[in-house]
């Protein structure tokens, strides 16, 4: 059986679109785990590009997670997650686009300037699921991987505080968009609610999210944590992890 492999980080947004359009699609699939730092040996010589979900069916290899969720919806159509009026798909891919170039990015340098700095903690759950020995050397060697992860992202006090505003910005917008149906565009779950619980997740961690997020947690990304407590899009991100997430389809992990 040939089924499509997933080359992902476990503890990261634009991977669990991937991850969850495929179960959401029942459609099993082979998952291959990376962690960052040591994923640019694995993914550069084979694919000429170090950022994840990487996504190889049939020949084809697809990057980026919307030309990923582009094909697995013609691929695999039912259940659909585009709506099938013109407009509101259109609509629908706006919304992904938003969150997917604007949103996810300004949040994670936002969660990640509170959340890096704590190397045993943060190293620990990145490499989660790997064997001790494996974690304690992921642990020594996250200084430098941090660093360059810093870089990369742009991580630092000023897109910290732009992060949290268009975070505060993302979650308003899911309120007053979900307030008639409970859904972002019409009356049924679509790749909008799929991609816009995604990049928000990490502002409560649902239950169903595919990753863990252990305690007791240190200071900064408790405070980051609590910072969006009462706000009222949690309940949307809550409730759509919970109705629509679905279980894992991965055959092997
Ligand atoms: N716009 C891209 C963003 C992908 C992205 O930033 N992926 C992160 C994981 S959340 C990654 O692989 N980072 C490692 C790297 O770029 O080296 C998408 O939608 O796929």
Redesign the pocket.
């Known amino acids: 059986m040939n089924h499509p492999e997933l080359w992902q980080?476990r503890f990261?947004?634009?991977?669990e679109?991937a991850r969850w359009a495929l179960d959401y699609k029942q459609v099993p699939h082979v998952r291959h785990s990376l962690l960052?730092g040591p994923?640019?040996l694995t993914l550069m010589p084979r694919f000429g590009q170090?950022?994840?979900?990487i996504l190889r069916h049939d020949g084809r290899v697809l990057?980026?997670?919307?030309t990923v969720l582009d094909y697995v919806e013609r691929t695999w159509p039912d259940p659909p997650l585009y709506p099938a009026d013109a407009q509101q798909r259109a609509r629908a891919l706006e919304i992904q686009k938003w969150f997917?170039?604007e949103i996810?990015?300004a949040l994670?340098r936002a969660a990640f300037f509170e959340w890096l700095p704590h190397t045993e903690y943060a190293a620990r759950v990145l490499a989660g699921g790997l064997p001790a020995w494996q974690q304690k050397v992921y642990v020594s060697a996250f200084p430098c991987i941090r660093a360059v992860m810093r870089m990369?992202m742009q991580i630092g006090a000023a897109g910290a505080e732009t992060g949290r505003e268009r975070t505060k910005e993302a979650l308003d917008f899911v309120v007053r968009h979900a307030a008639e149906t409970g859904y972002l565009i019409g009356d049924r779950f679509s790749i909008a609610d799929l991609t816009a619980a995604t990049v928000l997740q990490a502002t409560c961690l649902p239950l169903e999210y595919p990753a863990s997020a252990p305690e007791p947690r240190p200071a900064g990304w408790q405070r980051w944590l609590e910072r969006w407590r009462d706000h009222p899009g949690l309940d949307y991100v809550r409730r759509i992890y919970r109705d629509h997430r679905g279980q894992s389809c991965a055959v092997s992990e």
């Open positions: 980080i990261s947004m634009y991977p679109k960052p994923h640019v170090k950022s994840m979900p990057k980026n997670s919307a997917d170039d996810g990015p994670r990369d």
